[in-house]
């Protein structure tokens, strides 16, 4: 079984920094990639960046330039750095790790909470 969980998400004001953390557990596979997911009340569930076991990392439009996604794969974990929050930033915010077949369904975490305030 793989297991995901988030820590690290808070209140913070906008122009705020927060860094979320992922640690993944059970039988982790490589290479992988693993992503972060958000869900602000009301929407859909949005990409907001992946990163490859290489550590080569793809962000939303939205968050680009201000999000640094990285990894310790010795450590399995991944992190999300978010720096210059914005009041549209708040979401629940889910760690991601796709599956590797039709064997298995995709894998996500509990979620983490981060509200940002204006």
């Known amino acids: 079984q793989v297991r995901l969980v988030e820590s690290g998400g808070g209140l913070v004001q906008a122009g705020g920094s927060l860094r979320l953390s992922c640690a993944a557990s059970?039988?982790?596979?490589?290479?992988?990639?693993m992503g972060w997911y958000r869900q602000a009340p009301g929407k859909q569930r949005e990409l907001v960046g992946t990163?490859?076991?290489?550590?080569?990392?793809n962000y939303a439009e939205s968050v680009k330039g201000r999000f640094t996604i990285s990894r310790d794969n010795a450590e399995n974990t991944v992190y999300l750095q978010m720096s210059s929050l914005k009041p549209e930033d708040t979401a629940v915010y889910y760690c991601?790790?796709?599956?590797?077949?039709?064997?298995?369904?995709?894998?996500w975490g509990q979620g983490t909470q981060v509200t940002v305030s204006s």
């Open positions: 059970g039988w982790i596979w490589s290479p992988n990639t």
């Open positions: 991601y790790l796709p599956r590797r077949g039709n064997f298995e369904s995709d894998y």
């Open positions: 990163i490859s076991s290489a550590g080569n990392p």
